[in-house]
C-alpha cells in the first residue's frame, strides 16, 4: 500500500545543517498527513514536524521551531526535513510516517502510535 524510505542523515557538527528526504511509494492519494518523528536511545519518540496534504499547512515540535522546516515536494512524491542550527540534543534515529486518517496538529505531533506507515529511520548524529 504504501513505503517510506528516509535518506539523508549522517554526522554534523553543532551549527551545521542537514536536510532529510522521505520518499513516498504506493497508495499515496490516501495519506492525510506526514510527520517527521525522532527518537534517542532510552528516550520517547518525539513529534518533529507536520505537513498536512491538503492546503500544506505546516507544524512544529516546540523544541525545533524556527530552525527546522518541513516541506512536501509533490511532483517527486517526496517530503523533506531541513534541518538548520543544529543542536546536539537533536542526535537520534529520524522517522518518516504516514497517516490517512484526519488528527488536528497538537495531537498529530504527540501521538505516534496513530500512524500507519513508516519509514525504517535515518540517522543523525551532531557533535558538540
Known amino acids: 500500500q504504501l513505503q517510506l524510505v528516509e535518506s539523508g542523515g549522517g554526522s554534523v557538527q553543532a551549527g551545521g545543517s542537514l536536510r532529510l528526504s522521505c520518499a513516498q511509494f504506493g497508495y499515496i492519494h490516501s495519506i492525510n498527513s506526514m510527520a517527521w518523528f525522532r527518537q534517542a536511545p532510552g528516550k520517547e519518540r518525539e513529534g518533529v514536524a507536520l505537513?498536512?496534504?491538503?492546503?500544506?499547512?505546516?507544524y512544529y515540535g516546540d523544541s525545533v521551531r524556527g530552525r527546522f522546516t518541513i516541506s512536501h515536494d509533490k511532483a517527486k512524491n517526496t517530503v523533506y526535513l531541513q534541518m538548520n542550527s543544529v543542536k546536539p540534543e537533536d542526535t537520534a534515529m529520524y522517522y518518516c510516517?504516514?497517516?490517512?486518517?484526519?488528527?488536528?496538529?497538537?495531537?498529530?505531533?504527540?501521538?505516534?502510535?496513530?500512524?500507519?506507515?513508516w519509514g525504517q529511520g535515518t540517522q543523525v548524529t551532531v557533535s558538540s
Open positions: 510516517a504516514a497517516d490517512f486518517r484526519y488528527s488536528d496538529p497538537f495531537f498529530a505531533l504527540r501521538a505516534p502510535s496513530r500512524y500507519n506507515y
Open positions: 505537513i498536512y496534504t491538503g492546503g500544506d499547512m505546516k
